[in-house]
């Protein structure tokens, strides 16, 4: 690419549209964008609602383990504050 901008002072579009992989007319409309301000998204995904779904064993399932977890902090917490009620409060 570095050898097409020394040669030619204005291939920009066509050298980095190569590089891209896109039509120089597609990279040249966005370059243009660009430089005039506007504003440029990606186009959006197509709404599917149930793509995330997963069947009932699965949440079951999830919902074991996080109870599991959720049970262990708990018992963490109280062992930690029967341990901070044991020891004696620091006073200066």
Avoid at 70 to 85: D, F, G, N, T
Wanted: hydrophobic fraction near 35%.
């Amino acid at each position: 690419m570095l050898s097409a901008l020394k040669q030619n002072p204005k291939p920009y579009p066509k050298a980095c549209a190569r590089m891209v992989g896109i039509d120089s007319r597609r990279w040249a409309a966005h370059v243009t964008n660009l430089f005039l301000g506007k504003q440029w998204h990606a186009p959006r995904k197509a709404f599917r609602p149930s793509a995330g779904l997963t069947s009932y064993e699965q949440r079951e399932k999830r919902r074991l383990a996080m109870s599991v977890t959720k049970a262990k902090e708990k018992e963490m917490k109280e062992e930690k504050e029967a341990e901070r009620q044991v020891r004696p409060a620091f006073s200066a």
